[in-house]
């Protein structure tokens, strides 16, 4: 079905236009600070600076011989992109990865949500003059515009999941000005969250990790059902003939196009004594919140050696009385990371007193009182434990489509095309739970579990729902926190067949490079930015990096010095 949604859209430019007239008119010019901020001939094409206007730290940027000015602060978690990457008319932030147009501050690239004030520039007399609205001051960050729900558009879009993938597929579709109804979906009772922090603040009260409060879903009429469950039942949750679904409750919903995003769940451990009270998973602000407060003083065991297991145990080290990491692999990250990584994070740990039994998984938890009181292993080690974390993956919440006509693969993963569309008209699928065809990877169908990339599958979902007949192009960019130190990745290794490291694991700075075909398809760092974000924009301009290149004692490309 086509939608109409010209009518609206002339609505909405009518009554920006009247605002800007009543400003002429009527209203007092808006209060500026203005400040020299350096010479004309300071930049050349192509390069950036941080200057400061009043009490706001500025971007500025000179491309085609044009000056502009933008908030320098990203609006994910407020790096300075004066250290990050400027290619063409785009920065790209140097932790991680978000990128804006430096002319009109609009957001390009995940993960950050928000796009940034644009500034007012002049060249006069050879000066650099950069005007900063007063009431923007110490506000680094704007929602771009949305439309809102027009009445007379009788069309109905339904978002299944309340994640990531979700929040950036509604907010695109109102970008994009589509008048319709927008209904969010999620068996959640907190609105869509960041989720990447549970692992690394796990304190964090729920409100303050909210993406976006009620009142944003209100003004763009954006309706957002809670702590709603499908129907588990083969075949009857959805109904992709009558386009409708049906919940637990007994409603049943219709639509015109339907989004599933319904993301995955931890894996939990089949072997006696998984029911005991303290063997806990994280997966919601409340689980991370029980974690923080349960391991207080505790013998504390975590199974596996995943991001998410990795990160707990770093983050409970100073609270627990003893940590304990069983791992099934070798190493912690050996086949995201490489075995070279996975060694320096184990030494990081352990010489903060963890323990690690590696190449061993769990036969028993032993339990006394209905609690945990010992992890028995497959290889005969028995270990006191007071409590007990698992973390060993995920499986896909898709059982709900068993029996339907929506396409899945042996992992029960959906299957998509480059444009997020399942095998059935009118029904897409985004996030975690997703087999996508991966352009920088030749098109190989990969499943990615990371938060940027459910944020582009959603934007992706959207404007296909449109008809806009856009194809998905991401590099994936994710991080990982242990003691204070960051990791951050940027590409697809999967099958990598050579790393080129730069500088020294043992020193806590190294760029590693993946290599495939002698040509660099990952890469990952400790203390080097902006270089995996550089490595990042060259991957999505699609341009090679070389074996030689990755080689080479030069370093500059990469905005770094002699490693």
């Not at 010479?39 to 500025?58: F, I, S």
């Not at 609009?106 to 009431?135: A, F, M, Q, W």
């Not at 970008?175 to 109804?181: A, T």
């Not at 944003?216 to 959805?238: G, M, N, P, R, T």
């Amino acid at each position: 079905m086509m939608l109409d949604t010209s009518s609206a859209k002339h609505r909405h430019q009518s009554s920006a236009s009247g605002t800007r007239k009543g400003l002429v008119a009527g209203l007092e010019p808006e209060e500026e600070v203005t400040d020299v901020v350096c010479d004309e001939a300071k930049l050349k094409d192509g390069e950036m600076m941080e200057v400061e206007v009043g009490e706001h730290n500025v971007l500025l940027v000179r491309c085609d011989g044009v000056y502009s000015a933008i908030s320098n602060q990203c609006t994910h978690y407020g790096a300075p992109l004066s250290k990050g990457v400027l290619s063409g008319h785009r920065v790209r932030c140097p932790w991680h990865g978000s990128c804006f147009n430096v002319k009109t501050g609009d957001l390009e690239e995940y993960p950050g949500i928000d796009c940034l004030p644009c500034h007012k520039v002049k060249v006069e007399n050879n000066k650099v003059y950069v005007s900063v609205k007063k009431r923007i001051q110490g506000q680094p960050k704007r929602i771009k515009w949305m439309g809102a729900r027009d009445q007379a558009v009788l069309h109905t879009i339904m978002l299944l999941g309340g994640g990531a993938a979700s929040l950036m597929c509604a907010e695109t579709l109102r970008q994009e000005n589509y008048g319709g109804r927008i209904i969010m979906v999620s068996r959640d009772d907190l609105l869509p969250y960041d989720k990447t922090r549970l692992s690394k603040i796990m304190n964090a009260e729920s409100e303050s990790l909210l993406m976006r409060r009620m009142e944003f879903f209100h003004k763009y009429d954006i309706e957002v059902w809670l702590k709603k469950e499908l129907y588990f039942v083969q075949a009857l949750s959805i109904d992709t003939n009558k386009k409708t679904v049906t919940f637990d409750d007994g409603l049943i919903q219709c639509y015109d196009q339907i989004l599933i995003a319904t993301g995955c769940r931890a894996k939990n451990l089949n072997c006696p004594g998984v029911d005991l009270e303290n063997v806990l998973m994280l997966e919601t602000p409340e689980d991370a919140r029980c974690i923080h407060y349960a391991c207080m003083g505790c013998r504390t065991v975590v199974v596996g050696t995943s991001f998410v297991g990795m990160e707990v145990a770093a983050y409970m080290i100073d609270m627990a009385s003893s940590i304990t990491i069983i791992g099934s692999s070798e190493l912690p990250y050996q086949k995201t990371l490489g075995p070279e990584i996975g060694k320096i994070t184990m030494l990081m740990l352990e010489e903060r007193g963890v323990t690690f039994y590696m190449n061993d998984a769990v036969a028993e938890v032993q339990g006394e009182n209905r609690r945990v009181k010992a992890v028995k292993l497959k290889s005969g080690i028995t270990i006191e434990a007071d409590l007990l974390i698992v973390g060993i993956g995920v499986n896909p919440n898709s059982e709900f489509l068993k029996g339907s006509p929506i396409r899945m693969d042996s992992k029960s993963y959906v299957i998509v095309d480059k444009y997020m569309r399942t095998n059935i008209t009118d029904v897409y699928c985004a996030g975690d739970l997703t087999s996508f065809p991966l352009k920088m990877a030749k098109g190989q169908n990969v499943s990615i579990g990371h938060w940027q990339t459910a944020q582009a599958h959603g934007r992706i979902v959207a404007l296909n729902m449109l008809r806009r007949e856009v194809e998905l192009n991401i590099v994936p960019f994710y991080w990982t926190v242990l003691l204070g130190r960051t990791i951050r990745y940027a590409g697809y290794g999967g099958g990598y067949t050579q790393m080129v490291l730069k500088g020294r694991f043992e020193n806590m700075k190294f760029l590693a490079f993946y290599l495939k075909d002698d040509e660099v398809v990952a890469a990952a760092g400790l203390n080097v930015e902006p270089a995996v974000s550089v490595v990042a924009e060259r991957l999505a301009e699609g341009r090679v990096i070389t074996k030689a290149e990755a080689e080479s004692d030069d370093l500059s490309w990469l905005k770094l010095q002699a490693m």
